[in-house]
């Protein structure tokens, strides 16, 4: 469809402007277009009509159909209530009050978290301004453990890593390494599959018993649309992720995984991440994600 929503709703502003008014009718028609464009941007239908729903109340409830620009206040109904779903600006990372703060990824294989993780040891040290380690214990793919100290190196980032061995092992280590090297933080890259399955399960669940992670940070990728929720879901109610990073947002997806993401699992969205360049992990803005949405 060539016309953002934005610019779609923009007829029923200026028809109701010339009218002087916005009947009911006008509002069901704009929520149609909503409709269409959360479906068009993956956004799972069950969330599509509950927003919707929800917006038509908010418009007719709130008696605006004979007030100044009503056509314009659904339209920041529309925008506002895509902010409230996705959450509030984003909340920044939970460090431990002293000693070492523990963070561990998870995610699907192909999710982007090997490269997330190399960014986000970036932001860290940049941004927060602290000393991290990253610690390679994804055993399943040797490629994984290569890949992670290749990053690394490029960054100045030191890899803790003993190969192919007992995951849990390699944690415990790396946490010592740390502890004894005074880094305050490490982010541990753990076994991702291409799909979910119990072995995964269970050897994260000990991980992160092992770690006592300060966060678990989600890597999912965007472009997998609606799909990305459900896998959200899983990882989120076998584990418990404290945040997610969604990757791959320079693709051309209008973000609807963002919206599914929150709605289905609640975990707050952290990060929104973006081509293969290590500076382009962003701090996740629901404002700016919005109006992506809306195109
Ligand atoms: P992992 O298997 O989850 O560790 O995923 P990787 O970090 O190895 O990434 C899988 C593929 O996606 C690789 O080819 C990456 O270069 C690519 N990738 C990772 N993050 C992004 C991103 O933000 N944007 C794009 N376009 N590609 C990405």
Redesign the pocket.
């Known amino acids: 469809m060539s016309n953002s929503l934005s610019d779609r709703l923009q007829m029923f502003v200026r028809r109701a402007t010339g009218r002087g008014r916005l009947t009911e009718k006008d509002v069901e028609e704009m929520m149609r277009e909503v409709r269409l464009s959360l479906l068009e941007a993956d956004v799972n239908f069950k969330i599509v009509k509950e927003f919707t729903n929800n917006v038509k109340e908010q418009a007719l409830g709130e008696k605006i159909l004979n007030g100044l620009n009503p056509g314009q206040q659904v339209v920041k109904i529309v925008h506002d209530e895509l902010k409230r779903v996705m959450g509030e600006e984003s909340v920044g990372l939970n460090y431990a009050n002293t000693g070492l703060s523990t963070f561990m990824t998870i995610?699907?294989?192909?999710?982007?978290?090997?490269?997330?993780i190399g960014k986000m040891g970036l932001y860290i040290r940049k941004k927060d301004k602290k000393k991290v380690m990253l610690v390679a214990a994804?055993v399943y793919?040797p490629a994984?453990i290569d890949?992670l100290v290749t990053i690394g190196k490029g960054l100045g980032i030191h890899v803790y890593e003993e190969g192919i061995k007992d995951a849990r092992v390699i944690v415990k280590n790396g946490l010592k390494y740390a502890k004894d090297n005074n880094y305050d933080v490490v982010i541990v890259?753990t076994a991702?599959r291409l799909t979910i399955d119990e072995d995964m399960m269970q050897e994260l669940k000990d991980v992160k018993e092992i770690l006592k992670p300060n966060e678990v940070l989600l890597?999912v990728d965007a472009m997998m649309g609606q799909e990305a929720a459900n896998v959200a879901k899983s990882f989120h109610d076998q584990i418990g992720a404290t945040g997610v990073i969604l990757?791959?947002?320079?693709?051309d997806t209008r973000g609807g995984a963002a919206l599914s993401i929150r709605e289905i699992s609640q975990i707050p969205i952290k990060f929104a991440?973006?081509?293969?360049k290590m500076d382009?992990l962003e701090a996740f803005h629901p404002e700016r994600m919005a109006s992506r949405i809306l195109g």
């Open positions: 995610g699907l294989q192909g999710s982007g978290k090997t490269t997330a994804d793919r994984a890949q890259d991702g890597t990757t791959k947002m320079d693709g991440s973006s081509g293969e382009s």
